[in-house]
């Protein structure tokens, strides 16, 4: 989940057995190379970088920038965010540079040995260049097709998504619109749909979504799984403490020891324009059914506010990233957390040896 993830958090996860990823998208090439190096100094076991692929070139209207404007001056005007001075119409919306093509220069000097991605996949020439490294290459499916796609194209392995992960969808057969009708297929159906087509006794494909602990992974790894990919419940580990911010962090926390602090999660375009699964608050609720802007535009106007919100600590207005199974955050380090997931998984497969 970018950009929640340190250097320790990454390195503490290679060391204790599992493979630690940097969440890259969002840096520059002297950020993204300072990260590598740091990561590189803790461990010197195999780690990988995520990056976002860059979506196509999109128009947007001036009609769609004043719809947005409108919806955070109504928010505030409800007069639950507390001293917000935000001026909305002063924020210019325009597109973003383009980071990718400096991260995957790094990526390709720093032989980072395994490179992941989501919305899509990299060019025949970057595929080309990596395999000539000894780059390991991890593409994110949401849908059966979309992971025959990457196998074909030449991914050493595929992440399946499943619609309970945390974070964005890694969709990218759908567009922004369609995919949380279509391609929002929970995980064991995902892994069972791809098995057909996709031998998992050859190819290996990594499950993702909902997995927090050892009976998870027991249930991936019998469905066809080679292995699993875990976000959320990395949001509350120590490592994680300088980047998620505490008010987010307590939320996760206190839903394990209250049934009553367990909120619905939803699937909203409301922060970035891109479906991603967070918690529900009143930035979704205020965007439901409403006109937002694609990807790299509506994060320009919202997320500030979500900054603001954040600093005050005001929970309601934050960006609030979390899987659909976060009820089983635990406050632990992250080598804790990759020791109790393993002795948990070899309990049960000792119970029905």
């Known amino acids: 989940m970018s950009p929640l993830t340190t250097p320790e958090l990454v390195a503490n996860v290679s060391n204790a057995g599992g493979m630690g990823t940097i969440a890259g998208a969002r840096m520059t090439a002297e950020q993204l190379t300072n990260e590598i190096q740091q990561v590189r100094s803790l461990t010197d076991k195999p780690f990988g970088v995520n990056l ?161 602990d050892g009976a998870g992974l027991v249930n991936a790894l019998t469905s066809g799984a080679s292995g699993v990919q875990m976000g959320t419940r990395f949001l509350t580990c120590h490592e994680s403490k300088k980047l998620v911010p505490e008010a987010h962090r307590r939320l996760l926390l206190e839903a394990k020891r209250n049934i009553n602090e367990v909120r619905p999660t939803v699937l909203t375009r409301a922060y970035t324009g891109k479906p991603a699964r967070g918690i529900r608050t009143a930035i979704t609720d205020q965007f439901q059914g409403k006109m937002m802007l694609p990807w790299q535009y509506q994060a320009q106007l919202v997320l500030p506010l979500c900054k603001y919100a954040a600093e005050t600590k005001q929970i309601d207005f934050m960006q609030l990233w979390a899987g659909q199974n976060y009820a089983r955050c635990e406050d632990q380090s992250a080598t804790e957390i990759i020791q109790q997931v393993m002795r948990e998984a070899k309990e049960i497969f000792k119970r029905y040896k």
Not at 96 to 115: A, R, T
């Open 52 to 212: 976002f692929i860059p979506p196509r070139k999109t128009e947007i209207s001036a009609q769609v920038i004043d719809s947005v404007r409108k919806e955070l001056k109504q928010l505030i005007a409800k007069g639950k965010l507390n001293d917000c001075r935000i001026d909305f119409d002063s924020i210019s919306v325009k597109l973003s540079k383009d980071l990718y093509p400096e991260q995957i220069e790094i990526i390709l000097k720093e032989k980072v040995p395994v490179l992941s991605f989501t919305f899509g996949y990299v060019s025949n020439e970057i595929i080309k260049k990596c395999k000539e490294s000894n780059i390991r290459l991890i593409g994110t499916a949401t849908t059966a097709k979309e992971a025959v796609l990457l196998k074909e194209k030449g991914c050493d392995a595929v992440c399946l998504q499943g619609s309970e992960a945390g974070g964005h969808r890694g969709s990218f057969l759908t567009n922004d619109l369609e995919t949380i009708e279509q391609s929002t297929i929970g995980l064991q159906s995902l892994l069972s749909q791809t098995t057909q087509f996709i031998d998992p006794t050859s190819y290996p494909m990594i499950a993702a979504g909902g997995i927090m």
